[in-house]
């Protein structure tokens, strides 16, 4: 069965500092796709950056990189130079491959992430 | 273009009670889904649907219906509301041949 792990409920990140949010996930899909998605306080879903799993490059959109280890099945997003608006949950998402299974995408936990000044 | 647009943004019932969430697009998307967002487990699917006439369960369907009679509106049901269906729902699209899923402002639901 897909599933997304995130193991940190809460980082705490000195502002200008980089941070490193973790994220695993488990499928028996060839083809899938990874994403992050941002909630600040106010509610709604920004997605942030996304990574095929035939991408050979990490993504990389402005300040995020998705740091992607195939091998360890791991999608780390690393947000560099963190600012105080940075403060949000973070999830970690995959769309799964299958047309049978309707490409459906499933969520971690989430990683809530203080930025302090 | 209003994009994705959910209905009630707020909604309290009682425990028995029935409702319809809603959810509209105007973007033509194929793929239409719910969550429920809970507090230390993140996003769960409910119900999604790749187009009309077609839905399929997610990951925590019971006490939920759907149906899709049109792109445009995937409304979610809940036919006896529980205490346990106190969430904040998410409707959330996708185009076709796209990844990443548009999500509407969300539908706190509050079952007394």
């Known amino acids: 069965a897909q599933k997304i792990t995130q193991t940190q409920p809460g980082m705490f990140v000195q502002e200008k500092e980089a941070v490193t949010l973790d994220c695993t996930y488990d499928t028996s899909d060839q083809s899938y796709g990874l994403f992050w998605y941002k909630q600040p306080s106010s509610g709604e879903m920004i997605f942030l950056i996304y990574?095929?799993?035939?991408?050979?490059q990490n993504a990389t959109e402005g300040r995020y990189s998705l740091n992607f280890q195939k091998a360890r099945k791991s999608a780390n997003l690393v947000i560099s130079a963190s600012q105080l608006g940075d403060s949000a949950m973070y999830f970690c998402a995959m769309r799964e491959g299958s047309r049978s299974g309707g490409f459906k995408t499933i969520f971690g936990a989430g990683t809530r992430l203080f930025v302090k000044a | 273009n209003a994009g994705v647009t959910q209905t009630p943004k707020f909604q309290v019932l009682k425990t028995g009670q029935s409702m319809t969430l809603q959810c509209a697009q105007d973007m033509n998307h194929e793929y239409m889904s719910w969550y429920r967002q809970d507090p230390g487990m993140g996003l769960r699917l409910i119900h999604y649907s790749v187009g009309a006439g077609i839905t399929d369960q997610g990951e925590v369907p019971n006490g939920y219906n759907v149906s899709r009679s049109t792109t445009e509106d995937f409304p979610l049901r809940l036919l006896s509301a529980a205490p346990s269906q106190t969430s904040v729902y998410f409707c959330?699209?996708?185009?076709?041949?796209?990844?990443?899923?548009?999500f509407g402002a969300g539908s706190r639901l509050t079952v007394l």
């Open positions: 990574q095929g799993s035939y991408d050979e």
């Open positions: 959330a699209t996708r185009a076709p041949g796209a990844n990443v899923l548009t």
